[in-house]
């Protein structure tokens, strides 16, 4: 076993992705402690920045969480809905369901809107169930579900939302800077979102955008969790405080990324990029005859969820493309029988993904070749 074995892999998994050498440098920034007004100074440029970037500066505030990217939804569950009121969760792969784990829980009553993992909601759906539960306080909906590449219609079910009056939780955890040039479209009031994908920085750290109606509601619901109230983090936050220890390195990291991002050209030509990405491995899977689940339509720009050759497994293609240098993903679940997932996220030039395409190649026809 080498010292840092993953140390050279390009990582085609969804997060945590490659980083720039920028922005691995920026965790060696220094030993800070987070009650000194340097670290306040370094939140406020890290919340301002995320809603700069995702152009929702006028409407939502940022609440910066240690924690993974399942922090930021349970406390955004957590604080759309008041006490004695549902929330409606829309249920179309492993991350609506955890949607719907998280609120069940804390005591939350579910109402759920289903469907095939392939299909993207239906918003009429919602619509209906809407009508039929006048107790609901919140819709949430995952705006990519990473379960299997499928991008949901999320603005038209926020304005459905709007119109009845209830507010929308999205999870927007791997769709952030990659599915939309910013999230002012969305119709939302609660936005989750992790430093670990599409934004490029570390993993440890997350985050949700409020928007006013989304704030007054935080400040109306019960206290449901000691370590995720978002009134509390607010409260501090805009006063440059945190309540807990957070993770200061991995903070430097998100800020240099955010900075990077920017000077990149910001989010549309990060969007500009996934989607060449996208377009450039799709085009070698298909020259490879292999087949991607979702319809092209209702794909996202960062994940393939591909048919595994005939006769090949998830582990047998894996370990080959590993032993050349490329981390692939499994499905979820019942699915790694099946599929093989591509996930084009993070710091990764075209060339990369050209070399990857050989390197599939190279392992499908080896894997056979050694029957
Ligand atoms: C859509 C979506 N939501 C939530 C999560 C959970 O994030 P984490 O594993 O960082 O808790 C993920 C992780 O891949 C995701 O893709």
């Given at each position: 076993m080498t010292a840092n074995p993953g140390g050279s892999l390009v990582l085609l998994n969804p997060g945590p992705a490659c980083t720039s050498d920028r922005v691995r440098a920026a965790l060696g920034r220094g030993d800070w402690c987070h009650r000194e007004p340097e670290f306040s100074e370094l939140l406020a440029s890290i919340r301002s920045g995320l809603t700069r970037v995702l152009n929702v500066a006028d409407t939502h505030e940022a609440i910066v969480v240690t924690g993974s990217g399942t922090s930021a939804m349970e406390m955004a569950v957590i604080s759309a809905v008041r006490a004695d009121r549902s929330i409606l969760v829309v249920r179309n792969g492993v991350y609506g369901d955890r949607l719907a784990g998280i609120a069940e829980v804390h005591g939350i009553t579910v109402h759920s809107v289903g469907g095939a993992w392939t299909d993207p909601a239906d918003p009429q759906a919602v619509r209906a169930a809407l009508a039929e539960h006048p107790d609901v306080d919140a819709v949430a909906v995952v705006?990519?579900?990473?379960?299997?590449g499928l991008v949901n219609p999320v603005g038209a079910i926020g304005r459905i939302a709007r119109e009845a009056g209830v507010l929308m939780v999205v999870d927007a955890i791997s769709a952030?800077?990659?599915?939309?040039?910013?999230?002012?479209?969305?119709?939302?009031d609660i936005i989750c979102g992790t430093?670990?994908?599409?934004?490029?920085g570390l993993p440890g750290i997350s985050f949700i955008l409020c928007s006013h109606r989304g704030i007054e509601r935080l400040q109306e619901v019960?206290?449901?969790?000691l370590y995720l109230n978002a009134d509390t983090y607010l409260t501090g936050q805009r006063k440059g405080d945190v309540p807990f220890t957070p993770a200061v390195q991995v903070c430097f990291a998100l800020d240099e990324a955010i900075r990077e991002l920017e000077e990149r050209g910001g989010v549309a030509a990060r969007v500009a990029e996934y989607k060449e990405r996208a377009a450039l491995v799709r085009a070698g899977l298909a020259r490879l005859g292999l087949e991607v689940l979702i319809p092209a339509e209702h794909r996202s720009n960062s994940i393939s969820m591909i048919y595994l050759p005939e006769g090949i497994s998830y582990p047998e293609l894996h370990d080959a493309l590993k032993a050349d240098g490329f981390v692939i993903y499994a499905g979820q679940g019942d699915l790694a029988k099946t599929f093989f997932r591509v996930a084009t996220m993070g710091e990764l030039p075209l060339s990369t993904l050209e070399r990857f395409l050989t390197s599939l190649e190279t392992a499908i026809s080896k894997i056979r070749a050694g029957r």
């Open positions: 705006q990519h579900e990473t379960t299997t952030t800077a990659i599915e939309d040039e910013g999230h002012e479209d969305l119709n939302a430093a670990n994908k599409g934004l490029h019960p206290v449901r969790s």
